[in-house]
């Protein structure tokens, strides 16, 4: 299996090298060359197995020769051993025939566990059999954050730099990420958005001399690991609902368009998925792109779902590049449009789109009575990003007959103040995290600004050669 880059100018590389490298040389996203195919029976075995077998058989195929199967079967367990929950990514009912994917049950209490805890396990074990070291550098609106400081914390042979919207975040996300003392892991609030940092992390990447130097790795998705990890779930889900003998759909609250990705990665790895519904906040980029086909900025607003404060969506990339016949050329064109403001998706494209994905939206407001109406008719208590999932779940549904799942991407108690202001309900963390409040933080204020970031991440990291 071989990996190509969206904007078709840099080297192809394997899973490692991918893996390790993140963002291309060109400024592009990994994918792979083709989408390996599961057969109906081959998905239908994977009913009543244990997650972490899931996640060997269906990632296997991407990995070419970078672990023996012993080498992966071991990441897997490693990862997922300490999840609060035996089945990891547990189905919860919601109605007669609506679902809600629990993925928080990881050290962090969001998605972002799945592949970060994954992905640290196999950082370690490849730099360890190469004697390298690398500099991490990551932006969070949040989650991936707090994920990525406890995949690594302790790791010598990186040092992590994690870049977050100062004061954008929630106080638990905050503390998950300043609260560490281990020496190789750094947050920094940066005077900006999370499109900010995003675009910081990216010009780190795409200055290739600092990128050399600092040798750089990224765990954000716009490394091709965290998306393959995310893919699991899909299937696990779906064969307990009846795949492949009947076709499911999802709804997946959507920022950064990750996981939304990871679900079309399923589908086309023969998974019968019917429908993948985006859900957005009124960060509804993506939503406004699919019912007008403009793919426009119209500046980053914030909500009580801020982890999908986002505007320039990393993977919409990856699903622009499928959808103008992996063109490299093209894909750069628009993203060069994108910097100057939007651009309009051509008519194949625009239908190829809608063909395969459907969107909804949901404010603040609608958030909110959301959160109220599932406690009120289930006793559950979702978090804001799950909630703005249900609401699009909800909308968008159709047929009764086909099960939808919507992914319930965070713990409530990591946005306490929104879902108390929702349902009367101060949702409480889990005692193993009791201790957040009391700990000391360690962060550094950074200015929106390449250069000041660069330099504070030079004097403070270990790989530079
Ligand atoms: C809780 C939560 N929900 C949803 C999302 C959106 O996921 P993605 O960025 O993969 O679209 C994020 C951030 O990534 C998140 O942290
Ligand atoms: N919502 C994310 C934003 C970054 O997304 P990623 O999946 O590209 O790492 C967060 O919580 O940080």
Redesign the pocket.
Known sequence: MRYVSTRGAAPTLSFEEAMLSGLARDGGLYVPETWPRMAPDAIAALAGLPYEEVARRVMTPFLGDAFTADEFAAIVNRAYAGFGHAARAPLAQVDANDWVLELHHGPTLAF?DFAMQLIGQMFELSLGRSGGRVTIVG???????SAAIEAFRGLDAADVFILYPHGRVSEVQRRQMTTPQEANVHAIAVEGD?DACQALVKAMFNDLDFRDRMKLAAV???NWA?ILAQVVYYFSSAVALGAPSRSIMYTVPT??F?DVFAGHVARAMGLPIERLVIATNANDILHRTLETGRHDRAGVQATTSP??D?EVS?NFERLLFELYGCDGAATSQLMAELKGGGFVLRQGALAALREGFASGRADVAETAAEIARVRETTGMIVDPHTAVGLVAARTRRGDRATPMVTLGTAHAAKFPDAVEAACGVRPALPPRMCGLYDRAERVTVAPDNLMAVQTLIAERSRAAG
Request: aromatic share 4%.
């Open positions: 972002k932006a969070t609106s949040g989650d991936t954050g999370f954000n998705s716009i965290r920022g950064n990750g982890s999908m986002i990393s």
